[in-house]
Nanobody
């Protein structure tokens, strides 16, 4: 199984981006998926997660109301719609999977990661 992110780029504050994560493999619909981000010199932090069937979501407080996570199990895709972007959202964004059936914000429970996509928000 591989995870490949796309959709990052440079955007002005207040703008929007939609990140995509394409998964390979036959068991994608069994996994809870998460989005994380890491800024230079900082630890990787949780952004959002969606459970295996797309019913339950979880967000970091700082992105609630601005970011929306979704998935399409038929297409093996996970998305992160990011609106009202702020300079502090600048980071490399990663998607990841966990075998847990419920959402989690803990980095250590995710066992596979994509290579990341850069998001830069200018002020």
């Amino acid at each position: 199984v591989q995870l490949v992110e796309s959709g990052g780029g440079l955007v002005q504050a207040g703008g929007s981006l939609r990140l995509s994560c394409a998964a390979s493999g036959r068991t994608f619909s069994s996994y809870t998926m998460g989005w994380f981000r890491q800024a230079p010199g900082k630890e990787r932090e949780f952004v959002a997660a969606i459970d295996y069937n797309g019913v339950s979501t979880l967000y970091q407080d700082s992105v609630k109301g601005r970011f929306t996570v979704s998935r399409d199990n038929a297409e093996k895709m996970v998305y992160l719609q990011m609106n009202s972007l702020k300079p502090e959202d600048t980071a490399t964004y990663y998607c990841a999977r966990t075998r847990r059936r419920t959402t989690s914000s803990i980095v250590g429970v995710y066992d596979m990661w994509g290579q990341g996509t850069q998001v830069t928000v200018s002020s």
